[in-house]
């Protein structure tokens, strides 16, 4: 039997969305943590391991073997999804990266992403802009958690395609579509206690900005603009929260 691995919070809040007899790609799998736990806990039948870099997949595979899973979780060297066909797996795991890079992975690996059962995503930045791309794509936004970890908050976003393509032309972004986008209807809805510690930490963040913004001299120096222009958009989020938690209530 070879060595059992643990998952940190964040890692094990992505793994729990993986169904009973999934076969899953983790992208940029790194140490290949997840598909090993996956397999070594019974729920995923196999996995395979991808990532961009031969270095991450040297510790990848090296896991692996310590593992005693060899036999199960392929490790495999590819930009996204490029190196995936869509009957090697039903569930596609990209965890860890800026929501940016997983929208230009989804758009580049479209067909492939639109054939698997489940999308497990968890940005790291821009949020938003991975759950625009899947309503705009086709894809049902099924659940979204909300964990923190050594002070920090992750998002993951589960996902399937229903088939179809809105676009942007044709996409009316209400202000309850940029909530949901921003925040997760699913969260919202069902008054997710994290969200609203997150929420809470946010609106006291932008209010301290705000007050800086304030109480700086010399409006009409040759900052005013930018200064005045900044204060909207910090007085835009601090607006977009108190809706949030109106929502919540």
């Known amino acids: 039997m070879g060595k059992k691995i643990e998952l940190s919070k964040r890692l094990k809040l992505v793994a729990s969305f993986v169904e009973p007899g999934a076969l899953v790609a983790d992208v940029g799998t790194d140490h290949g943590y997840v598909p090993i736990w996956l397999v070594q806990e019974g ?8 990532d961009v870099n031969q270095g991450p997949l040297e510790r990848a595979k090296a896991h692996i073997a310590a593992c005693g899973l060899s036999g199960r979780i392929q490790v495999r060297l590819g930009d996204g999804l490029s190196a995936l066909s869509g009957e090697e797996a039903d569930t596609v795991i990209i ?16 067909e492939t992403a639109r054939r698997m059962k489940r999308l497990i995503l968890s940005p790291q930045s821009e949020i ?16 979204d958690a909300m964990t923190e ?34 925040y997760g209807k699913c969260l919202l809805e069902r008054k997710d206690p994290v969200l ?6 946010e609106r006291q963040k932008y209010r301290k900005v705000l007050d800086r913004l304030d109480n700086a001299e010399d409006e009409n120096d040759s900052g005013s603009l930018g200064r005045q222009a900044r204060k909207k ?13 109106l929502w919540m209530r």
């Open 233 to 245: 958009e910090v007085e835009d989020e601090i607006a977009l929260i108190e809706r949030a938690f």
């Open 43 to 50: 729920v995923a039948a196999g996995g395979i391991a991808m």
């Open 95 to 110: 965890a860890g990266m800026g929501g940016p890079l997983i929208v230009r992975i989804l758009t580049e690996g479209l």
């Open 196 to 201: 609203k510690v997150f929420l809470e930490q």
């Open 128 to 143: 938003w802009s991975v759950r625009a791309f899947l309503e705009r794509n086709g894809f049902v936004i099924e659940d």
């Open 149 to 182: 970890e050594d002070g920090k908050y992750y998002t993951v976003i589960c996902a399937r395609s229903a088939g179809g393509y809105i676009g942007d032309g044709t996409f009316c972004v209400s202000e309850r579509k940029r909530l949901e986008w921003k």
